[in-house]
């Protein structure tokens, strides 16, 4: 059995921002992150905790990048878009799961991704390196409060 995690933990996710964007999350207030369907960003979601802190990237946005905060609202649970045979992330197979997340703020102006890996303090998070672009990926608290700062 996994040792509880007493400290908040920090992460990136992400959507297109023409399919759901930071603005939308402002309006919801919170919803819930489903279809995510790439093992590795299962397993994060599976660690994540209410009160864990996220960057909200846009990918596939002009410029691509880090829009605003959002925060773990619920402990992870069974995505129901996986049992939905209307929904496009239909799987029932496999033991997706999902989490709510909830709107923190929109940052003044995003942080592009060309921003990221220009700062030498930044360049080693995990979205500013080729091959690591996952939906959902761990984020240090360092490299968070560095986003958060600019």
């Not at 059995?1 to 908040?8: E, F, G, I, Y």
């Not at 999350?25 to 279809?35: F, I, K, P, V």
């Not at 990918?59 to 829009?67: E, F, K, L, R």
Request: with cysteine; aromatic share 10%; charged share 30%.
């Amino acid at each position: 059995m996994p040792t509880p995690r007493s400290q908040r933990s920090y992460w990136l996710i992400k959507s297109e921002g023409d399919c759901y964007s930071i603005d939308d999350l402002r309006r919801d207030r919170r919803t819930a992150w489903t279809g995510i369907r790439n093992y590795q960003a299962r397993n994060y979601m599976r660690d994540m905790k209410p009160g864990d802190l996220l960057l909200f990237y846009h990918s596939m946005a002009d410029p691509t990048g880090i829009y605003g905060i959002a925060k773990v609202a619920s402990a992870p649970y069974a995505d129901p878009t996986a049992l939905d045979p209307k929904d496009e992330h239909y799987d029932p197979k496999r033991p997706w799961v999902c989490v709510d997340v909830a709107f923190v703020k929109k940052l003044a102006a995003p942080v592009s991704l060309a921003e990221i890996k220009a700062d030498p303090a930044l360049r080693h998070m995990l979205v500013a390196r080729r091959g690591q672009r996952l939906s959902v990926m761990p984020v240090e608290e360092a490299h968070f409060k560095k986003v958060e700062a600019m």
